[in-house]
Nanobody, 124 residues
Framework: QVQLVESGGGLVQAGGSLTLSCAASGRTFSSYGMGWFRQAPGLEREFVAA??????YYADSVKGRFTISRDNRKNTVYLQMNSLKPEDTAVYYC???????????????????WGQGTQVTVSS
């Protein structure tokens, strides 16, 4: 059974940094693309970043500020977030791609396993 466990969220001032981690178990981690999504109150869950083997993808709103990476030895994906803004406040979720998925990395429907989420709050 696949499990994804996020950590690293918290409260930070605008302009600050946080690094989120997501530890995965249950499938051969290196074989799967991984993504980060976020959901603010009252809004739909939105794409933040994703990583294939080495290819990375970013939402325009975070490009240049966030960096996604993975360590296949540790079965962990990271999201380094710099220059945080109040509008980055949300619950952040990591997700694992469906087996044999060929769809867009930006589409949340292409992911079948999700973590429980970690809260990120950016104060102004």
């Amino acid at each position: 059974q696949v499990q994804l466990v996020e950590s690293g969220g918290g409260l930070v001032q605008a302009g600050g940094s946080l690094t989120l981690s997501c530890a995965a178990s249950g499938r051969t981690f290196s074989s799967y693309g991984m993504g980060w999504f976020r959901q603010a109150p009252g809004l739909e869950r939105e794409f933040v970043a994703a990583i294939r083997r080495i290819d990375t993808y970013y939402a325009d709103s975070v490009k240049g500020r966030f960096t996604i990476s993975r360590d296949n030895r540790k079965n962990t994906v990271y999201l380094q977030m710099n220059s945080l803004k109040p509008e980055d406040t949300a619950v952040y979720y990591c997700a694992q791609r469906r087996t044999y998925s060929s769809g867009s990395y930006y589409d949340l429907h292409e992911y079948d396993y999700w973590g429980q989420g970690t809260q990120v709050t950016v104060s102004s």
